[in-house]
Nanobody
């Protein structure tokens, strides 16, 4: 059974930075593509960022491109989301996810098999 545990969320002011972490256990971490999605109150879950199993390729939502960076450390079984220049519209529950390995960083939630419980990020103006 694959388990994902997110950490690093919190309350920050606009313009601040946060780094989310996701520890993945249960199977070989390096065999999974990973991603981050988020869901704001009253909205559908949306794609944020994704990274291939090797870390060689990444994808980002247009709304976070240039501000967020996804990375992974296969030795630590952990994927990260560095969030800079945070905006109030970034407020959401952020979910870590893992799916089949691929050479491209797919962005559809339906392609991911495993999900974490989520961590709250709140950005005040």
């Amino acid at each position: 059974q694959v388990q994902l545990v997110e950490s690093g969320g919190g309350l920050v002011q606009a313009g601040d930075s946060l780094r989310l972490s996701c520890a993945i256990s249960g199977r070989t971490f390096s065999s999974y593509n990973c991603g981050w999605f988020r869901q704001a109150p009253g909205k559908e879950r949306e794609f944020v960022a994704a990274i291939t199993w090797s870390g060689d390729s990444t994808s980002y939502a247009d709304s976070v491109k240039g501000r967020f960076t996804i990375s992974r450390d296969n030795a630590k079984n952990t994927v990260y989301l560095q969030m800079n220049s945070l905006k109030p519209e970034d407020t959401a529950v952020y979910y870590c996810t893992a799916g089949r390995s691929a050479y491209y960083a797919y962005t559809s939630a339906s392609e991911y098999n495993y999900w974490g419980q989520g961590t709250q990020v709140t950005v005040s103006s």
